[in-house]
């Protein structure tokens, strides 16, 4: 099994961006702690989602 280094660090670098992103949106500073989570995780599932349709894992 071959890890794909590139991958992982630009993966890495796009939860990074998405989680200090949302940390400085106001709707996200006033929503509560379990809405805060929802939002994070479908965001960063969304970013995800869209890079690996860009660029696959293989």
Not at 14 to 28: E, H, K, M, N, S
Request: glycine share 6%; charged share 10%.
């Amino acid at each position: 099994m071959n890890i794909d280094w590139p991958h992982m660090i630009v993966t890495i670098i796009l939860i990074l961006t998405v989680t200090l992103g949302l940390g400085r949106l106001a709707i996200y500073k006033e929503a509560s702690k379990g809405k805060r989570f929802l939002l994070m995780a479908f965001s960063i599932f969304i970013v995800v989602f869209v890079f690996n349709l860009i660029w696959p894992y293989n």
